[in-house]
């Protein structure tokens, strides 16, 4: 449950993210060490990229993670456990976006758009 609902134009008001989540269950989900500093479950539930692989946005691995089905901060009622402390790539991601409507594909929701 990436976005900020109340940033949801009205023409995108028919996705309701607080009972969809798809997006934090089908796409490689990124954090970097300042989504870290704010948020330190991060280093606690992530996983730590090999050095060579980090970048600015990319040093932890949110998803996929051996063993979970989605991010390891989706809850059962969909919700974000670390909403107001995300990574950033959760923040940018826009409702309503090709990718949202994709995420949604994937699970089986049908938007009649
Ligand atoms: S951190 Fe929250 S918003 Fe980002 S993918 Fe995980 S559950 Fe979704
Ligand atoms: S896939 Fe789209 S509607 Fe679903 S939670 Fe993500 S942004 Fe919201």
Redesign the pocket.
């Known amino acids: 449950?990436?976005?900020d609902?109340r940033k949801v134009s009205a023409s995108k008001e028919a996705?309701?993210?607080?009972a969809?989540?798809?997006?934090?269950r089908?796409f490689p989900i990124f954090a970097g060490e300042a989504d870290a500093q704010r948020e330190p479950r991060i280093r606690e539930e992530a996983r730590l990229l090999e050095a060579h692989m980090r970048s600015e946005e990319r040093s932890y691995r949110l998803f996929p993670l051996p063993f979970l089905d989605c991010c390891p901060f989706l809850r059962e009622n969909?919700l974000c456990r670390i909403y107001e402390s995300r990574p950033r790539v959760c923040r940018r991601?826009?409702?309503?976006?090709d990718?949202?409507?994709e995420?949604?594909r994937r699970i089986g929701?049908v938007d009649a758009i």
């Open positions: 449950m990436p976005c609902s996705f309701d993210c607080t969809c989540g798809a997006c934090c089908c969909l991601f826009e409702v309503g976006s990718q949202c409507l995420a949604r929701i």
